[in-house]
């Protein structure tokens, strides 16, 4: 073997393209961190927050896909966000998505893991490569026994059943208080009867120093009596059929009226 052998072995090593495989790195491109409720009951639905950070301070990024695994999912199956968002490079974003518990889930801890899409802006000429980045696996998530129908009837209805109380008892006030308005408003439009004559005569009439003028009481289109009339000797006095006053003479002196007209 030639003493230079050694040498090319070096250079040989040294001209070999370095390279890592894509997982290794990517997993030091983003910093996530999952923000949740861990407790989910059976046939329920849980919100859940990624924050997402870029660790990848060369070039600029953009998210195309992120879906979080449980393992009552099939294999293949996500709770998925489909919107792409551009992160820039030492910046952070934060991804919703909505995890929702079947009825068949077993209670207890479940497994989950976290899968990310994306595409960094590193290729020749400026183009853009796609890369996965990948939670490790972990049980954060524990579903819970639903509760009874008695159980949400208590929590979900009580509050309406309240609700519905307060109003009834608001409309039988309300009832009560339009019956009593409408009573009193009826005693007040009654007519009162008119007070018992105490000034007993031939005529009726009332005594002197009643007011003689229209009122309803004797009707719209009467006169109240206006007294019994002084007589001189030899004359007659009657009584006027249209205004009810005592007159005297061929006319009613108070409405004009004609005697026997």
Same mark, same amino acid.
């Given at each position: 073997?030639?003493?230079?052998?050694?040498?090319?072995?070096?250079?040989?090593?040294?001209?070999?393209?370095?390279?890592?495989?894509?997982?290794?790195?990517?997993?030091?491109?983003?910093?996530?961190?999952?923000i949740?409720?861990?407790?989910?009951?059976?046939?329920?639905?849980?919100?859940?927050?990624?924050?997402?950070?870029?660790?990848?301070?060369k070039?600029?990024?953009?998210?195309?896909?992120?879906? +979080?695994? #449980?393992d009552?999912?099939?294999?293949?199956?996500?709770?998925?966000?489909?919107?792409?968002?551009? #992160?820039?490079?030492?910046?952070?974003?934060?991804?919703? +998505?909505?995890?929702?518990?079947?009825?068949?889930?077993?209670?207890?801890?479940?497994?989950?893991?976290i899968?990310?899409?994306?595409?960094?802006?590193?290729?020749?000429?400026?183009?853009?490569?796609?890369?996965?980045?990948?939670?490790?696996?972990?049980?954060?998530?524990?579903?819970?026994?639903?509760?009874?129908?008695?159980?949400?009837?208590?929590?979900?209805?009580?509050?309406?059943?309240?609700?519905?109380?307060?109003?009834? +008892?608001?409309?039988?006030? #309300?009832?009560?208080?339009?019956?009593?308005?409408?009573?009193?408003?009826?005693?007040?439009?009654?007519?009162?009867?008119?007070?018992p004559?105490?000034?007993?005569?031939?005529?009726?009439?009332?005594p002197?120093?009643?007011p003689?003028?229209?009122?309803?009481?004797?009707?719209?289109?009467?006169?109240?009596?206006?007294?019994?009339?002084?007589?001189?000797?030899?004359?007659?006095?009657?009584?006027?059929?249209?205004?009810?006053?005592?007159?005297?003479?061929?006319?009613?002196?108070r409405?004009?009226?004609?005697?026997?007209?």
């Open positions: 073997m030639s003493r230079y052998a050694p040498l090319f072995v070096l250079f040989a090593i040294m001209a070999t393209p370095f390279s890592i495989p894509a997982e290794a790195i990517t997993q030091d491109d983003l910093s996530v961190r999952m949740y409720v861990s407790l989910i009951e059976q046939g329920k639905t849980n919100s859940v927050t990624l924050h997402v950070s870029s660790q990848y301070q070039h600029p990024m953009k998210i195309n896909w992120t879906g +979080l695994h #449980l009552w999912q099939m294999e293949d199956a996500f709770f998925e966000n489909t919107t792409q968002f551009e #992160l820039s490079s030492g910046h952070s974003l934060s991804i919703g +998505l909505y995890v929702q518990c079947p009825w068949s889930a077993a209670v207890g801890k479940h497994s989950d893991y899968l990310i899409e994306y595409l960094v802006q590193d290729g020749p000429n400026g183009t853009w490569n796609e890369y996965m980045w990948m939670s490790e696996e972990t049980q954060d998530f524990e579903v819970a026994l639903a509760r009874t129908t008695t159980d949400t009837a208590n929590n979900t209805a009580g509050m309406p059943s309240a609700m519905l109380t307060i109003g009834a +008892l608001v409309v039988v006030v #309300l009832v009560v208080f339009g019956v009593v308005v409408v009573i009193a408003s009826a005693r007040r439009k009654k007519v009162q009867p008119a007070p004559q105490t000034w007993p005569d031939q005529y009726g009439l009332p002197a120093g009643v003689q003028t229209a009122s309803p009481q004797y009707g719209a289109t009467q006169y109240p009596p206006a007294g019994p009339p002084v007589l001189s000797p030899g004359t007659t006095a009657w009584i006027c059929t249209e205004c009810g006053s005592p007159a005297t003479g061929a006319s009613c002196g409405c004009g009226h004609v005697r026997g007209g």
